[in-house]
């Protein structure tokens, strides 16, 4: 195949239907590769996917409020994704945490269980601080942090709605304190860090509530310890990591994963243009293959 006809859809959403500014130089990257690159809304009916030759998965940052749906269009779609199709489906729900565990990976102690379930784990941790937050979920959707007993958070868990399970986590105060850090990978291959901070009297490092990031460079204990989540993956069955976003604290002294995001990572590609111009050859080799 001749670079000058290979088409790429980029899947994006209602949110940000267009390519997303920190993905604009990786789309040029491509543009000057021969690949042409088109943003597609992931939900849109009208969108012909037969016609391209690949789907990039980027923006599509409302995907888990519609699971069901985003399940089905991952299963019809007629041409392969980047990452591929086994790996996203995987990595949309977060019990992977505890299969990740159970290879030795460091995670924050994570317990799963069912809506109804919730009081009762609860209850057992009573005077702790801790975050609840559905195992299909992104953006801090239906997130609950607070010291259980307390009668806000005890609202505010009530309020969870009861057709989800839940991750129920301690809060892990570093966060805030000494910031959560992303470690960009592609091929396997580590690219780049940011370290991301909240908003002053917030939790949550997302630029949604708030949050900045930095880019940064870790130390190369902390990239080995971002490698061992993804070699963890790679003995579970996944090893064809096109894109990844190692998320984790650390935490008395050890790097402890968050989360592992594979589906559509926000990549801070505008802070670091080499990485998007690397990650774009790495696709042209892929689509060229």
């Keep these: 195949m001749s670079a000058s ?3 790429l859809a980029v899947a994006t959403s209602v949110i940000v239907p267009d390519i997303h500014q920190d993905d604009s130089h990786l789309v040029a990257s491509l543009r000057r590769l021969g690949i042409e690159s088109t943003a597609c809304v992931w939900n849109d009916p009208a969108v012909d996917w037969a016609g391209f030759d690949a789907v990039l998965i980027r923006s599509i940052w409302d995907y888990f409020k519609h699971y069901a749906a985003f399940r089905q269009w991952l299963d019809q ?3 392969p994704t980047i990452n591929n199709k086994d790996l996203l489906r995987w990595n949309s729900d977060k019990r992977y945490l505890l299969e990740l565990a159970e290879q030795g990976v460091d995670i924050i102690p994570t317990q799963i269980v069912s809506a109804k379930e919730l009081p009762q784990t609860l209850a057992a941790m009573t005077a702790q601080e801790v975050v609840v937050k559905p195992t299909i979920s992104g953006t801090a959707w239906h997130t609950a942090r607070g010291m ?3 009668a806000g958070f005890e609202r505010a ?7 989800f399970d839940y991750l129920v986590q301690p809060y892990v105060p570093e966060v805030v304190s000494d910031g959560e850090w992303s470690l960009l990978f592609f091929d396997g291959e580590y690219s780049h860090a940011v370290i991301k901070r909240p908003a002053a009297g917030d939790y949550r490092v997302q630029s949604d509530f708030g949050g900045t990031s930095q880019l ?3 130390d190369a204990i902390l990239i080995a310890s971002a490698k061992r989540a993804l070699a963890a993956a790679a003995t579970i069955g996944h090893a064809d990591v096109v894109y990844a976003r190692v998320d984790g604290v650390v935490a008395q002294g ?14 801070h590609l505008e ?3 080499e990485a998007a111009e690397r990650f774009a050859g790495n696709l042209w080799k892929r689509l060229m293959g």
């Design 5 to 7: 006809r290979i088409r």
């Design 77 to 79: 779609l007629p041409v």
């Design 148 to 150: 259980v007993g307390e």
């Design 157 to 163: 868990i009530a309020q969870m709605p009861l057709e």
């Design 216 to 218: 940064i460079e870790p």
């Design 254 to 267: 050890s790097f402890l994963l968050m989360e592992l995001e594979m589906i559509e990572p926000f990549l």
């Design 271 to 273: 802070a670091c243009p």
